[in-house]
């Protein structure tokens, strides 16, 4: 069955597993499922023993092609070495977490990152960028009301650099690599429950 009431989203979203994706991001859990601990913190009443997921890596782009886009990144140095970019969006995105659940509680420790670059309007040229590098502690717990219902709630603590940057014909003239990372330096910290 598919479990369909999580009341969290988020743009950007954590932490999704490769199974869960296969299944079209229908929430179904196994009872030794560590993963739920992120969508359903209450589906941790149903999980059994202790579950460690020691290390748990994802790596994604928008195609084979992102390669070479990414090496042509490395060589951007002013308006005319942005040709290569015009109307296409490359998109890169990392994610890693180790996460330990026992029945009715859970906590993770993750990271997540991914940048956009997107080049338009050759007259008049504009890249737009975003960067987004988070690191969080998370843990939550549950409470069981009967042999087929439970409570749940997670908090975490995020710490996220990054953000979004518009760089128009007059910053690009003279713009590099170098710059385009040294623009993102923006640090805030929060929490969430």
């Known amino acids: ?15 999704k ?24 913190p209450a589906y941790t009443c149903f999980t059994e023993g202790v579950n460690w997921t020691i290390f748990n890596m994802n790596l994604g782009s928008n195609g084979y092609s992102i390669y070479d886009d990414i090496g042509d990144f490395k060589k951007i140095d002013g308006i ?4 290569p970019y015009y109307g296409k969006e490359v998109y890169i995105g ?3 977490n180790t996460t ?3 029945p009715c509680f859970g906590v993770s420790y993750w990271l997540n990152g991914a940048i956009t ?4 309007n050759p007259p008049f040229p504009r890249l737009e960028v975003s960067y987004i590098n988070d690191q969080a502690f998370q843990m939550g717990g549950a409470f069981k009301l009967s042999d087929n219902t439970s409570v749940g709630a997670t908090i975490r603590r995020i710490t996220r650099l990054g953000g979004d940057q518009v760089f128009d ?19 805030g910290r929060a929490w969430a429950a």
Do not use: P, Q, W
Request: proline content about 0%; aromatic content about 16%.
């Open 1 to 15: 069955s598919c479990l369909f009431a999580n009341a969290s989203f988020e743009h950007y979203d954590h932490n």
């Open 117 to 120: 670059l997107l080049a338009t």
């Open 100 to 102: 330990l659940t026992f």
């Open 80 to 83: 005319n070495s942005l040709k």
């Open 169 to 187: 014909a007059d910053l690009l003239t003279n713009i590099n690599t170098d710059k385009i990372l040294d623009s993102f330096n923006n640090t």
């Open 94 to 96: 990392v994610g890693a």
């Open 17 to 40: 597993s490769v199974c869960l994706a296969g299944m079209g991001f229908c929430f179904g859990f196994r009872d030794d499922d560590s993963s739920s601990f992120f969508h359903y």
